[in-house]
């Protein structure tokens, strides 16, 4: 199994969701590590409970420079000897710096169909764009925002009495199912068939 290490602020419902997934014997992942920035994120608390090897890296005790924060979480992910980096509501944006450390292996779930709605607040601009279709986007990231090769989508139907709350709940319900999908197909991959060409990924099976 590849060792993959989860990086969060909140909640965790995504790391929830690998962790399950990795709990299934034929998922290929084990997941070594989940770090926070934030001390008190709920997701923590519920890694730990699941004897899962946590870290608390706090933004806040580095200031503004943002690299020797990054070279604190690096110092973790070096402990626990990981190949893969998740994020997973994950709300720190990283330097170049840190994504050439993990290029190509550095992978973020963003609630909206990419290209469109990138940054924050994504059901709200969705609902006010009148879009009909809505969903999630595993993709690998890159330093422009919400930029990298999409790895896989999944949309979910926008109704019209949806507020920003139910379509968030509904976008949720799929980023579950999408981010273990996407993190097996991408391990599955590296044995032969995946390529990334002009930063299009090729060779990953769409979810069902
Ligand atoms: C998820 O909807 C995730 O896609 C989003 O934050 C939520 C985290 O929930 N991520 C971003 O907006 C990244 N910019 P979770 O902590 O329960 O997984």
Redesign the pocket.
Known sequence: KRRVAIL??????????LVEAAKTPDFPVEIALVLSNRPD?A?LVWAEGQGITTAIVDHKLFKKDREAFEKAIQVELDKVHVEFVC?????RLLTPWFIDQWYNRLI????SLLPSFK??D?HARALEAGVKLHG?TVHFVRPD??AGPIIAQKSVPVLDDDDPDSL?ER??AV?HALYPHALAEIVRGLEGDLTIKDERVIGIRPIG
């Open positions: 969060i602020s909140g909640r965790g419902s995504n790391m929830q969701a994120a997701g994020l997973a509501g994950f709300m973020n779930i963003h609630p940054g924050l994504t999630c925002m919400d968030a976008v949720l980023e």
